[in-house]
């Protein structure tokens, strides 16, 4: 599997990462130049201040309200204005308020629970079909009406995304019990999936690869077992996957209303 969890950032596998890393980045070395500035100006203040003979502690006259003190804030908070003004908004908007229209999207829904994360396809006529709370059952866990004409090519999997290479897929996220988050490092993407929500996020995978899922969300006993995979293939590899999967769709059964 491609990723790593060492002191670095895991590889980027999204067309937004770079963004990201580019604001993480830039954080971490600006504050390593501070930290390197503060610690000289402190060494300065030990040696420059340091206790001798004959030489009184005073306290130096008031400057009013300006001291050249205050320019080294000055300038942290200017440039952690800029930060957010001109970078992380920016970055935000682009990639967190507006969407990809559906209509010109790869789709997939995720529907998390205690403890997996259960996928649904709208198969090849790219229609998902209805989903009711009344058919969940343990042989039907996203409650999927394969009545619908919609549903008849639909595919659900449990823990296993596989995504297109270059083409942007839109994730509609829900839960059906409790808070999770759905997280996957190398594409630099985390959300929560909220009962009662459908929460649009989307990705446009530009490395193929096999990548985790992990729930960043302590949501019971087992979260940490709650694990699933991506798989980012060439579209045509793609493609064929979701034919052979449609083509082996159950027929439609009557699942019971109840447990
Ligand atoms: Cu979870």
Not at 49 to 63: C, S
Not at 71 to 88: K, M, R, T
Not at 225 to 249: D, T
């Amino acid at each position: 599997m491609n990723s790593n969890y060492s002191m670095g950032l895991p590889i980027a596998a999204s067309t937004f990462a770079k963004d990201i890393d580019f604001g993480l980045k830039l954080i971490h070395v600006a504050m390593l130049v501070i930290f390197v500035l503060w610690g000289i100006f402190f060494a300065y203040l030990l040696v420059r201040y340091r206790r001798r003979e004959g030489v009184a502690a005073q306290r130096e006259d008031d400057h009013g309200l300006f001291s050249t003190s205050l320019i080294p804030d000055i300038v942290v908070l200017i440039f952690e204005i800029a930060l957010i003004s001109l970078y992380a908004i920016p970055v935000w908007s682009r990639i967190k308020i507006h969407s990809p229209k559906s209509q010109e999207s790869n789709q997939v829904a995720l529907v998390a629970e205690q403890f997996a994360w259960n996928v649904h396809y709208p198969g090849p006529d790219g229609k998902f079909g209805r989903r009711s709370p009344d058919l969940v059952h343990f042989s039907n866990p996203i409650g999927l009406d394969r009545d619908d004409p919609a549903a008849q090519d639909d595919v659900v999997g449990a823990n296993e995304l596989h995504l297109p290479l270059g083409k942007t897929t839109l994730i509609h996220l829900s839960s059906k019990d409790v808070i999770h988050s759905f997280f996957v490092p190398e594409f630099r993407l985390k959300q929560d999936a909220v009962p009662g929500l459908t929460i649009p996020v989307w990705v446009e995978p530009n490395r193929v690869g096999h990548y985790e899922i992990t729930c960043a969300q302590l949501c019971g006993f087992a979260h940490s077992l709650m694990r699933g995979e991506v798989f980012v293939e060439n579209p045509e590899e793609y493609q064929g996957w979701l034919k052979a999967q449609a083509a082996q769709a159950p027929e439609p059964a009557k699942a019971p209303s109840t447990w």
